[in-house]
């Protein structure tokens, strides 16, 4: 079908890549017993079947606060199209601020599925959710795998947390954007450049505006990353591969094409059936990227609120495979970025991680080269992990001489040998 051909699984399935820097936590059956989390941290985790686990989430009264959950099933997992997970943030008195959830849909194959939440501080949030205090991030596993002749299995499924801040914006309007080009463009053309798509956010291959094609196998999903910057919008088409000969029927949902924002958190979903030919998958138009975009009442126009990477989760499902081989099959990006970058909100304060809402030459570089695959083991790139040490870059010139005579005397004293009778 292809002369390339992605790294396979023997077991025909394929492990998800986790962040590098991802610290493990456990989920708590009570909040009283939940783990805190950092902001602009990621977790890694466990959510058994049934399982409702809690996170706290220490929060002012200014920032925005966002969790996102992607649900992994292991190797070997069988889903129904209801399985998935609901994730909601509520605060100490069990008030619901969001909820948001994910299903596998129709595909029927395990694949990474994400969902989020978060508590808003501005007019699009819950008015009893704009304080400071503690707050939990709830991640429900949703489905009726334990059901008598359910088709999905009870297995563990693996959890990746990202949880990010967004701080309070000025002079920014509290309606959502009027009308907007709900046009589809006529696709990308050109020869199409290789770059072969991650296993997880965290590995997501850098894309710009362009062609580009891949391979994949049924049971695999590649993560790929566009930036899109303040007055953009985005576009894409994912075209599967025909020619695979034969009279195998047709699978009315066999290719998935799945958008999320920076802050992980899901805009839309396209697919495609197959019968053979090929399939194209294409987003339906979304609005350009603004801050007003929050207070839409479509879920697809409220998720484009923020600069940054957008992630493209391709999956192709397991039944291709069993009717119409193990492939590898070709798989076209067409990507469109339109209009001019616009200046985008004042933030009054740092977002956690730093610079997830921005588009930087470093970012649009990244994206034009393919090297921008997680270089901090986030899927960010670097510099964007909470920092834990004390920031050079907000010292003066005196202060960090001083500090690094003041490291240097102590290491020389812990260095000189202890003395003797």
Known sequence: MVDAAPEDAADGSYPYAFGADDEEVEGAADTADA?????GGTYRSTLPEGAVLSYRLDLDATANAY????????????????????????????????????????????????????????EGGSYLCRGAGTYYALVERRGASGAAGASSSPDDWDLELDYVTEPAARGTGESAPGNWNSAAPAPVSGDPVRRSGGAGFAEARALGQGVWKDAVRPGQTLFYKVPVDWGQQFYATAELQGGTGGDAGFLGTALTMSLYNPARG??????????????????????????????????????MRFAGWYYLAVHLGTPVGDRFGAGPYGLTLRIRVSGEARPGPVYTGRS????????????????????????????????????KLLAAGGLGTGSLLLLWLGLWTLLSRRRRPARTG
């Open 67 to 122: 969790v996102s959950a992607t649900a992994v099933p292991r190797p070997g997992a069988r889903v129904a199209a209801a399985d998935g997970l609901r994730v909601s943030v509520r605060d100490a008195e069990g008030h619901v601020c969001s909820t948001g959830t994910a299903h596998f849909g129709p595909t029927r194959s395990p694949r990474p599925v994400a969902a989020w939440a978060g508590r808003e501080t501005g």
């Open 35 to 39: 783990a805190s989390l950092d902001p």
């Open 266 to 303: 899901p805009v839309d979903e396209a697919e495609a059936g197959y019968g053979g030919e090929r399939a194209t998958a294409a987003l339906r138009p979304l609005p350009p990227v603004a801050h007003e975009n929050r207070y839409a009442s479509v879920d697809r126009v409220g998720a």
């Open 352 to 387: 956690a991680p730093s610079g997830v809402f921005e588009v930087g030459a470093r970012t649009r570089g990244e994206a034009a080269d393919g090297t921008g695959n997680g270089t901090d083991g986030s899927g960010r790139g670097a510099g964007s992990r909470p920092m």
